[in-house]
Nanobody
Framework: QLQLVESGGGLVQPGGSLRLSCAAS????????TGWFRQAPGKEREAILC????????NYVDTVKGRFTISRDNAKNTVYLQMNSLKPEDTAIYYC?????????????WGQGTQVTVSS
């Protein structure tokens, strides 16, 4: 079974940084588009960023522009979400997902999520 496992979440103060990891097992991530999504309490899940197999990046929301970046380490079969200048409104469960046909989806492999809480 294809699997994604997120890690790196936690509690951080406003203005701080976190790097989330998304490690794949039983498949090779650089053949897939990988997206990061988040779901805040009481809100619908939203797409944040996507990295295609060819390295193209898609930014789905203006609220993270200039603060969040997505990258991939093929040797580690892992995609990262670097989050800087974090704000309380970034508090959410963050998920990664993989799509075999590009960032337009569908994303058919999902991780279990990792909690990010931004609070003083």
């Amino acid at each position: 079974q294809l699997q994604l496992v997120e890690s790196g979440g936690g509690l951080v103060q406003p203005g701080g940084s976190l790097r989330l990891s998304c490690a794949a097992s039983r498949f090779t991530l650089d053949y897939y588009a990988t997206g990061w999504f988040r779901q805040a309490p009481g809100k619908e899940r939203e797409a944040i960023l996507c990295l295609s197999s060819s390295g193209g990046r898609t930014n789905y929301v203006d609220t993270v522009k200039g603060r969040f970046t997505i990258s991939r380490d093929n040797a580690k079969n892992t995609v990262y979400l670097q989050m800087n200048s974090l704000k309380p409104e970034d508090t959410a469960i963050y998920y990664c997902a993989a799509a075999p046909n590009g960032c337009s989806g569908p994303f058919n492999v999902w991780g279990q999520g990792t909690q990010v809480t931004v609070s003083s």
